[in-house]
């Protein structure tokens, strides 16, 4: 059974930067799309990037695009999510989580992430 542990939440300024770190033990995730989520006070959790299997491809909402950058290291079973210029409207709990398949289902909700850590806690402050 995978376990998925994130860490680097904390508070941060309106326009500075965090980067998250997420180690995944339990068994290998190399062939496995990795990303994550996000959910806010009080509202619907929702997708934050993914990352195909090979770390050639990957999606983000508008909401992050040209902000947030995901990445990959297999030999480590780790991935990070490189935050920039954040926003107070970014302050969430972020979780790490993984799909089942190599690449993005965009026919799944989360593109397929079904396998979700307990969460990081980000604050930005305005």
């Known amino acids: 059974q995978v376990q998925l542990v994130e860490s680097g939440g904390g508070l941060v300024q309106a326009g500075g930067s965090l980067r998250l770190s997420c180690a995944a033990s339990?068994?290998?995730?190399?062939?496995?799309?990795m990303g994550w989520l996000r959910q806010a006070p009080g509202k619907e959790r929702e997708f934050v990037a993914i990352?195909?299997?090979?770390?050639?491809?990957?999606i983000y909402p508008e909401s992050v695009k040209g902000r947030f950058t995901v990445s990959r290291d297999n030999a480590k079973s780790t991935v990070f999510l490189q935050m920039n210029s954040l926003k107070p409207e970014d302050t969430a709990a972020y979780y790490c989580a993984a799909s089942a398949q190599p690449q993005a289902n965009p026919m799944r909700p989360y593109y397929g992430l079904d396998y979700w850590g307990k969460g990081t806690l980000v604050t930005v402050s305005s």
């Open positions: 339990g068994r290998t995730l190399s062939r496995n799309a």
């Open positions: 990352i195909s299997w090979g770390g050639n491809s990957t």
